[in-house]
């Protein structure tokens, strides 16, 4: 187990990109977006984007050079990309081409097996019951949005994640994650005033997770933000990694990494 220093204060999502250089985003509940390396040391200068939400990055070709995107939601409802890279003292905010730029609440994204930068979905305040859905492109440096079909609900949702297969909605978790790695396939959440938990039948039954402090590193009880990944290109994780974010002593914050090879390396040929 490893963690961050401490944090700027209380998290109000954390987001994990793979690539050859994996990356933690942070964006604070008061304000202001940081990137983190997978050591847990702070990478370039700390941006003062105001976010309510981020998704998984993706590594991609932009012009040249490589760079990772994060989709984020503004304050104020938009849906925007946060790109960091090679020239990048900090993340840059680039507008999406997508619709109801103004209203939107919460975003998950996901990889492409063909091609196209990532899968996203979202949803909106004026309806929270339908994840729209589509691919974002680049062509000529710009980007471009392909809408696909709308996933619709019978519950208002609160967090969603792409499986390995699967686009998954839920009513309960405010923040929600895929773990995948080979055979294994497993959706990781948390809820309001709850500890980490784990389904292996796409959030119809949760068991709780147990995360056991380190030597050194004290693991938030109750979580505010938490991301996961399978596979991470980058040494250091042969069977993924979680990261759980939270309050870890009086007024201080801080985001942990948990190995979950007992998990994926034991469910994975």
């Known amino acids: 187990m490893w963690s961050t220093r401490p944090l700027q204060g209380k998290v109000n999502a954390v987001a994990l990109s793979g690539g050859l250089g994996g990356l933690l985003a942070i964006a604070y509940e008061r304000g202001g977006l940081q990137l983190f390396n997978m050591n847990g040391e702070i990478l370039g200068e700390p941006a003062n984007f105001r976010l309510t939400d981020l998704a998984s990055g993706q590594s991609t070709t932009l012009a040249g050079s490589t760079v990772t995107i994060f989709p984020g939601i503004t304050r104020e ?5 946060y790109l960091y890279g090679e020239g990048l003292l900090a993340p840059a905010q680039v507008d999406l081409p997508v619709p109801d730029t103004s209203s939107v609440v919460g975003v998950c ?19 929270d019951r339908v994840l729209q859905t589509g691919v974002v492109r680049e062509e000529n440096g710009e980007f471009s949005w392909d809408a696909g079909e709308s996933t619709f609900t019978d519950f208002g949702i609160k967090s969603c994640a792409y499986t390995s297969d699967t686009l998954v909605a839920s009513p309960r978790a405010t923040s929600a994650a895929s773990l995948s790695r080979g055979d294994f396939d497993a959706l990781l959440s948390i809820e309001d005033g709850s500890g980490l938990q784990i389904s292996t039948d796409l959030g119809m039954t949760n068991k709780d997770v147990s995360v056991r402090d380190g030597i050194t590193v004290i693991a938030p009880d109750t979580p505010d933000a938490m991301a ?8 250091g994780y042969p069977g993924g990694v979680i990261v759980i974010a939270g309050e870890t002593g009086p007024d201080q914050h801080q985001a942990v990494f948990v190995d979950p090879s007992a998990l994926t390396l034991a469910g994975s040929r």
Do not use: C, E, F, V
């Open 228 to 235: 996961a990944m399978g596979t991470m290109m980058n040494g």
């Open 109 to 127: 994204s996901g990889p492409l097996r063909a091609s196209g930068i990532m899968r996203l979905a979202y949803w909106t305040s004026t309806n």
């Open 77 to 81: 409802g938009q849906l925007k990309a």
